[in-house]
C-alpha cells in the first residue's frame, strides 16, 4: 500500500497534467496507480490540497489547484489552440454600499475570484463571502471605492477603473 503523502503527489500531477472533470475519473487514474482508496477518502485528499471545480472554457467544470495557477494554464492551452477565440472571464459587475462591494459574476465563477483575494490578502479587502455568482467583498473602514477598484483589479482583469 503506498503512502498518504505518494497519494497526494499523485493527485497533484493528476490535477496539472489532466483535465479531469469528475472524481470517478481521478480516483480511476489512482487505482491504476496502485493506489487503494475510497471516494470518500479522495474527497477528504482534495479538500486538504485545496483543489478545486471550476468552470472550463468549454463549459463543463474541471478541477484545478488554484495556487499554481491552473486556470491560466488551460487557457493559455485554449487560446494557444484558437489565438482568435477569447476566452470570457467571470466578472460581470461591481457595486459598492458603504464599506461593501457586491461582484456579480457568471455561474461557478465567484468562489475561485473570493479564493483569488482572500489568499492574496490585499491590506483595503478585510475578507469575503462568496456564492456561486455573487462575492460580498468587506472593506477596511476609510477605503474608497476608487482605492477598492485598485485593490480587486488584479484579480479581475476586465475591471476598468
Avoid: C, W
Avoid at 87 to 103: D, K, T
Avoid at 118 to 135: H, K
Amino acid at each position: 500500500m503506498k503512502n498518504k503523502a505518494a497519494r497526494l503527489q499523485s493527485i497533484r500531477e493528476i490535477i496539472i497534467h489532466s483535465r479531469v472533470k469528475s472524481q470517478d475519473e481521478i480516483l480511476q487514474k489512482l487505482h491504476e496507480q496502485g493506489f487503494d482508496l475510497t471516494q470518500a477518502t479522495l474527497s477528504r485528499d482534495l479538500k486538504q490540497l485545496r483543489i478545486a471545480k471550476v468552470p472550463g472554457s468549454d463549459g463543463s467544470y474541471v478541477y484545478i489547484m488554484p495556487e499554481i495557477g491552473s486556470v491560466g494554464k488551460l487557457m493559455q492551452e485554449k487560446m494557444s489552440e484558437n489565438p482568435q477565440r477569447q476566452i470570457p472571464g467571470g466578472f460581470i459587475s461591481i457595486n459598492f454600499s458603504g464599506n461593501l462591494a457586491v461582484i456579480k459574476t457568471r455561474p461557478g465563477y465567484a468562489g475561485s475570484l473570493a479564493y483569488d483575494i482572500d489568499s492574496n490578502t490585499p491590506p483595503e479587502i478585510l475578507g469575503t463571502i462568496a456564492g456561486d455568482d455573487t462575492v460580498l467583498v468587506i472593506l477596511q473602514e476609510n477605503i474608497n471605492h476608487q482605492q477598492a477598484m485598485l485593490a480587486l483589479s488584479p484579480f479581475m482583469p476586465e475591471l476598468h477603473n
